[in-house]
């Protein structure tokens, strides 16, 4: 009897061997040879499951936010009253998140060439703006209180700060080890959060 193939879940195996292979090598740099290896198959299986690299990528990417998004949800639903616990979960602080952070900041530079890569990229975008809203929503009640003006400064803020940590641990682990980057997290959430309950509150 022929055996019975999980067709999404050989889908999300290449997808996961796509983020170590891309998070070693870039995105440039990656082949599909290197993700068969990396997956442990050939790559004559791959395009049975993925058009081209491309549709690899954009796959791995969704992965990504999928297990980020996944970490943070479950941290939402249990009451988590510390943004700086949510929001760690997004940091290069460990091997997995260093390869899911490495395969996002490897996919910026390649975004501005490739209109379907973008158009993934706007819409994990968007997502991403969503989630980190209503983590600060839940872990800062008193947000629930602040000028939308306010509270806009402040979800931007967040976003950007995370990228850019993000991007400097990535590029130069050895001067963002795991307890420096959660140490600037404590730093920004406390002068941001600071800075947001001295603002008047509009009627």
């Not at 796509?18 to 995105?27: D, H």
Request: one cysteine or more; glycine letters at 2%.
């Amino acid at each position: 009897m022929p055996k019975i193939v999980d067709r999404d879940e050989r889908r999300r195996h290449i997808a996961l061997s796509a983020c170590r292979a891309l998070a070693r090598r870039g995105v440039e740099r990656t082949t599909m040879a290197d993700i068969a290896r990396e997956a442990n198959v050939t790559t004559g299986m791959i395009t049975h499951y993925f058009a081209n690299k491309r549709d690899i990528i954009a796959a791995a990417l969704r992965l990504v936010f999928e297990r980020t998004e996944a970490r943070i949800e479950a941290l939402i639903l249990d009451g988590e009253d510390r943004l700086y616990s949510i929001l760690r979960e997004t940091l290069p602080i460990d091997a997995a998140r260093r390869d899911e952070c490495a395969v996002w900041v490897s996919f910026w530079g390649k975004v501005t060439n490739d209109a379907k890569l973008a158009a993934v990229n706007r819409t994990l975008h968007d997502d991403a703006i969503e989630l980190y809203g209503r983590a600060i929503r839940a872990a800062w009640p008193a947000s629930t209180t602040w000028d939308n003006a306010v509270f806009d400064s402040v979800h931007t803020s967040v976003l950007s700060f995370l990228n850019g940590l993000t991007a400097s641990a990535v590029t130069s682990p050895q001067d963002w080890p795991a307890d420096r980057q959660l140490q600037a997290l404590r730093l920004h959430l406390s002068l941001i959060y600071r800075w947001a309950s001295a603002q008047p509150v509009t009627a």
